[in-house]
């Protein structure tokens, strides 16, 4: 278990986002190496991001989240669409 970011440092490490993001620090480092997590920079042997590009990526995220259900339930597509693959009918050759 990782101790909470204290109150001097504005830092967090591998293991503290990993915590706050309810995931693994391997998931940290995946998602850093595939450049969809915060910047972060190299401290000797550690990780660190500042807390401030943290809340901000957070907050990105958060504006930029849609419902991955839109448009493809029935009651989002269009009447045309519906009517035009209900008139088609067989062809029997």
Do not use: C, N
């Not at 909470?4 to 915590?19: D, G, I, K, Y």
């Not at 807390?51 to 849609?66: C, I, K, N």
């Amino acid at each position: 278990m990782t101790s909470p970011p204290s109150e001097r440092s504005p830092h967090l490490t591998v293991a503290q986002l990993a915590e706050r993001w309810q995931t693994t620090p391997a998931a940290i480092y995946i998602a850093r190496h595939r450049g969809k997590a915060p910047k972060g920079f190299k401290r000797g042997t550690k990780v660190l991001f500042p807390l401030t590009e943290v809340e901000r990526f957070e907050a990105e995220q958060m504006a930029g989240d849609r419902p991955s259900h839109r448009g493809t339930t029935y009651e989002h597509r269009p009447a045309e669409a519906l009517r035009a693959r209900r008139s088609r009918k067989a062809v029997v050759i």
